[in-house]
């Protein structure tokens, strides 16, 4: 008691009129009398209890599966995971009513734990890290300003108009653009896009945005894409809206097996603190679920393998003569823990190419981790809850064609002394004969058997044409026009 007081009257010296003091019940023997003490505590000093509860799943039912998520954590079985489970089965999210009838020797206590919350809870987008800030050239002083030069300066050579100016049209597009990407406070995103792409052409990595960054002229002109997005009618309202707010989308692919050296330069670029890769949840499918849960209950590799075998093919009862089980435990009560399971959270991985820079340690704001891949830091949310804070990210992926296209440009170099430059190859009919007998296997976005399936039939024999197969297998090109 003495040093919960001691404790307690340090704490208020710091934290003044915001310190809580916290009571919880799990029904363990001692709940009691620590609730006891901590409120005299309380009520000697004037600080104001909380009730809460400890809550590790929805309802008590679950309290089982929680059970065995805690000992796959730990690669037990149940039994060896007892001193790691829970002794109670009340860590679940109880109601109102429940709560206040736990506490009702504590009067507020619920109240004033509902009420700490409100005021505790805030919009993440309010500490949603800012791209760092982009080193310019001395002369110029904001980062708009360096992007409209670097865009004007691309533009008089994809788009020459007379006298080493711009064309008009390209112009007007330009503009446009320009003034979305300045009303919106985008300019640094695409200064980062651009230097990330800059230094992996310094090093001769073939690269290429794919996308929606297409549709955007200032892409072409900073060497994003050699796409004409104003030649094809391409609108840059796919990209980005003024009307949308938020931030573009550019996925940029990179050689596969240099890929990894475009990811270290961010990281050097930016510094291990405020640069890191976005975490992918890895789900339980029904046959890996089934893997994890069998252990959990002692079963052998052997009974799990026979389990798996017949997942699809029998029902829970026909098993009983099939797959030999330890007393106590039928296929359909593994099955049930399956299926709760089932699009459970396994564990997390690294998304396949998503990567965020931040003008402060990523840290101070998101938690992170050591990857298992070396030299690599990872945040622990997916796109989805960077999305939800606010959080831009680039896509720096890995294709195995740019490494098959850079060894064939190569290769013709050096048999037949010819340089090819990959955007301006002729469309030649040879070519659309090999696509329309679906001869398209290594060949990137055509090469599924669903796109093979259909190339016969559509018989593609222009760009356009191709375009449109595409979309037919894969929605996102059709509906975003």
Not at 29 to 39: H, I, T
Not at 200 to 215: H, L
Not at 237 to 252: A, M, Q, T
Not at 338 to 344: A, E, M, V, W
Request: aromatic fraction near 8%.
């Amino acid at each position: 008691m003495v040093g919960a007081l001691q404790a307690a009257r340090l704490l208020k010296d710091i934290f003044d009129d915001r310190l809580h003091i916290e009571l919880s019940h799990h029904g363990m023997p001692e709940d009691d009398v620590r609730n006891e003490v901590l409120a005299d505590v309380a009520f000697r000093l004037g600080i104001p209890t909380v009730a809460t509860n400890n809550v590790h799943y929805g309802y008590r039912s679950e309290a089982r599966i929680a059970d065995v998520v805690a000992a796959i954590s730990g690669r037990w079985n149940l039994d060896e995971a007892d001193g790691y489970r829970s002794a109670s089965d009340l860590r679940y999210l109880r109601s109102p009513d429940e709560m206040a009838a736990q506490f009702e020797r504590y009067p507020g206590a619920v109240a004033r734990a509902a009420d700490l919350g409100r005021d505790l809870a805030f919009d993440l987008t309010l500490i949603a890290p800012e791209l760092p800030d982009f080193p310019m050239p001395g002369a110029f002083t904001t980062e708009d300003e360096y992007l409209r030069h670097l865009v004007m300066d691309g533009a008089k050579e994809v788009y020459p108009g007379l006298n080493g100016g711009i064309a008009p049209n390209a112009l007007e597009r330009m503009e446009h653009e320009l003034g979305v990407i300045e009303e919106l406070g985008f300019a640094g995103f695409f200064l980062v896009a651009w230097d990330i792409v800059r230094f992996a052409r310094s090093k001769n990595i073939y690269c290429q945005i794919r996308g929606s960054g297409a549709d955007s002229a200032i892409c072409r002109c900073i060497g994003l894409t050699r796409v004409d997005p104003i030649r094809l009618n391409l609108p840059f309202e796919r990209f980005l809206s003024s009307e949308r707010g938020r931030p573009p989308d550019i996925d940029i692919d990179f050689e596969a097996e240099r890929r990894e050296e475009v990811i270290q330069y961010c990281y050097q670029r930016y510094g291990r603190e405020r640069a890191a890769m976005v975490a992918n949840v890895i789900t339980y499918r029904a046959k890996s679920v089934l893997q994890d849960v069998g252990k959990s209950f002692g079963l052998t590799q052997a009974q799990v393998n026979g389990l798996t075998r017949y997942l699809d093919t029998r029902s829970a009862k026909d098993l009983r003569s099939v797959v030999d089980l330890p007393e106590g435990l039928t296929a359909e009560f593994i099955y049930d823990f399956c299926k709760r399971l089932d699009g459970f959270p396994r564990h997390l991985g690294i998304h396949s190419g998503g990567m965020v820079v931040a003008h402060r340690p990523l840290w101070e704001m998101v938690p992170m981790e050591w990857g298992r891949m070396e030299d690599r830091t990872v945040l622990q949310w997916d796109k989805d809850d960077c999305a939800a804070m606010g959080i831009v990210k680039f896509d720096l992926l890995a294709l195995g064609a740019l490494n098959a296209l850079h060894l064939t440009v190569d290769a013709i170099r050096e048999v037949h002394g010819v340089d090819i430059d990959l955007a301006t190859i002729p469309q030649e009919p040879v070519i659309y004969d090999m696509v329309t007998r679906a001869d398209t296997v290594g060949i990137f976005q055509i090469e599924s058997r669903a796109q093979m399936a259909t190339l016969p039939k559509m018989k593609p024999r222009t760009f356009y044409d191709l375009a449109i197969e595409v979309a037919l297998i894969r929605p996102g090109p059709i509906q975003g026009h």
